[in-house]
């Protein structure tokens, strides 16, 4: 378990941590991968390649919504955590831009 995945969140002392997400993007900026929109359609959130998540009981969408968006944070599918991924996917001679995030 790393120590990002033991904290915890003050004053409350729960454990935080839930999820890993990773992107990845042909722009620096990752713009090209902001897809998933709010109710209205406009572009809200980044789309991961792939998430792993405690196998926790907290699947789907989060009972509430960012702010007044109508969109849901994925709190996950209780997939397990891993701490490697291997991109498959990835094409010779392009420019790739990867971000791994933590997730509460």
Known sequence: MTRAEKSRDDPVYQQDFGLYKV???????FSDIKTITDAFGNALLW????????ADGLTGAHPIAIGETGAHYDMGSDTGLRHSYIDTTCRKRKNLFLCRCLCG
């Open 23 to 29: 992107y990845r993007s042909t722009d620096p900026a």
């Open 47 to 54: 789309e991961p390649i792939v998430q792993f998540d405690y």
